[in-house]
């Protein structure tokens, strides 16, 4: 008879898949990367869906054959990406950039955002790699698949956006104002501490950030417009209700990703921003002086007094002549 050996959801999912073994790994990878993004911001992660895993390979092979991209009108999921990005060589690389691609798009993320499980094809031919993510709010045929996603180790240039920073503190302080809470006050050091995580992602192309720092990514350029892409995400998501504390200190940065070098030489233009935000409640009192409590008073008090009106020696318990 024969033995049945347990098999991994990802290597199940790579056998029954028409892609090729590299794309199904960067679907899978890719799968990773957005789940890492929604836990990042309270949400439970997306499950696998094999059945829509199978209509989006099919969508996205379709597209790659006919180079162009368009949605279908299919039963069975309530949203749908697509992107396109270069073919790097590298699969960690193109599954970073689909992820990138997808969640610096309000459209796409909020897509993202809204399902329960998704199915991810990807089709690689020639010099592009093109991504259909299908997601239901359904969850009945899906299971949990995790792999682990290399870092990128490349050339990124990075420019700094205090514009963005300025105008992301004065829209959530506005928002708390119209809350009846006070301003959130900058902490400087707090937000040096953000960049430096923003500018440690940047270089890995990593859409999340370590030590509780809130990383949403975005193509928008305008300033004022970040700031409201970044305040839709804070009401929305449960990370967002540390911002509305009723005290506390704010760190803010803002780093915008121009280019991406690519491991052959070639040069990717992205403008893509990291917005890297991250809040400390301050307790009322928590600074203020120790005080003895009342009744310690009363308990000093009462023996003194006792031993005054005896007047007794504390050592003897003789009466004083």
Same mark, same amino acid.
């Given at each position: !008879?024969?033995?049945w050996?347990?098999?991994?959801?990802?290597?199940?999912?790579?056998?029954?898949?028409?892609?090729?073994?590299?794309?199904? %790994?960067?679907?899978e990878?890719?799968?990773?990367?957005?789940?890492?993004?929604?836990?990042?911001?309270?949400?439970?992660?997306?499950?696998?869906?094999?059945?829509?895993?199978?209509?989006?390979?099919?969508?996205?092979?379709? !597209?790659?054959?006919?180079?162009?991209?368009?949605?279908?009108?299919?039963?069975?999921?309530?949203?749908?990406?697509?992107?396109?990005?270069?073919?790097?060589?590298?699969?960690?690389?193109?599954?970073?950039?689909?992820?990138?691609?997808?969640?610096?798009?309000?459209?796409? &993320?909020?897509?993202?955002?809204?399902?329960?499980?998704e199915?991810?094809?990807?089709?690689?031919?020639?010099?592009?790699?093109?991504?259909?993510?299908?997601?239901?709010?359904?969850?009945?045929?899906?299971?949990?698949?995790?792999?682990?996603?290399?870092?990128f180790?490349?050339?990124?240039?990075?420019?700094?956006?205090?514009? @963005?920073?300025?105008?992301?503190?004065?829209?959530?302080? &506005?928002?708390?104002?119209?809350?009846?809470?006070?301003?959130? @006050?900058?902490?400087?050091?707090?937000?040096?501490?953000v960049?430096?995580?923003?500018?440690e992602?940047a &270089?890995?192309?990593?859409?999340?950030?370590?030590?509780?720092?809130?990383?949403?990514?975005?193509?928008?350029?305008?300033?004022?417009?970040?700031?409201?892409?970044?305040?839709?995400?804070?009401?929305?998501?449960?990370a967002?209700?540390?911002?509305w504390?009723?005290? %506390?200190?704010?760190?803010?940065?803002?780093?915008?990703?121009?280019?991406?070098?690519?491991?052959?030489?070639?040069?990717?233009?992205? %403008?893509?921003?990291w917005?890297?935000?991250?809040?400390?409640?301050? !307790?009322?009192?928590?600074?203020?002086?120790? &005080?003895?409590?009342?009744?310690?008073? @009363?308990?000093?008090?009462?023996?003194?007094?006792?031993?005054?009106?005896?007047?007794?020696?504390f050592?003897?318990?003789?009466?004083?002549?």
């Open positions: !008879m024969p033995t050996r347990y098999v991994p959801p990802v290597l199940l999912a790579i056998l029954l898949s028409s892609a090729s073994p590299v794309a199904a %790994g960067v679907a990878m890719f799968h990773s990367e957005i789940n890492e993004f929604r836990e990042s911001l309270g949400l439970s992660p997306l499950k696998w869906s094999p059945s829509l895993a199978r209509l989006a390979e099919q969508h996205a092979a379709r !597209m790659d054959e006919t180079n162009e991209l368009y949605h279908e009108r299919c039963q069975g999921y309530n949203f749908e990406n697509v992107a396109r990005v270069p073919n790097t060589g590298e699969p960690t690389l193109t599954a970073r950039l689909l992820a990138i691609t997808v969640l610096s798009s309000p459209p796409h &993320r909020w897509n993202v955002l809204e399902g329960n499980c199915g991810v094809g990807v089709s690689i031919s020639g010099d592009y790699a093109v991504l259909s993510q299908k997601i239901s709010r359904a969850s009945d045929d899906a299971v949990d698949v995790r792999v682990e996603v290399p870092p180790h490349g050339v990124v240039s990075t420019a700094h956006r205090d514009d @963005v920073e300025k105008a992301v503190l004065d829209a959530i302080n &506005r928002e708390r104002e119209q809350s009846g809470l006070p301003p959130l @006050v900058l902490d400087k050091e707090l937000s040096k501490r960049l430096e995580e923003l500018r992602a &270089r890995t192309l990593s859409v999340t950030c370590s030590s509780g720092t809130l990383v949403i990514l975005t193509r928008l350029q305008n300033p004022v417009e970040i700031a409201e892409d970044v305040l839709g995400v804070l009401r929305a998501v449960p967002g209700r540390n911002f504390v009723p005290k %506390g200190r704010l760190g803010v940065a803002a780093l915008e990703v121009t280019e991406v070098t690519m491991p052959d030489g070639n040069r990717l233009k992205l %403008g893509v921003v917005v890297g935000i991250n809040v400390v409640e301050e !307790m009322a009192g928590k600074n203020r002086p120790r &005080r003895v409590p009342f009744p310690s008073y @009363v308990a000093i008090a009462i023996p003194l007094c006792y031993l005054i009106t005896r007047r007794q020696t050592f003897t318990g003789r009466p004083q002549r």
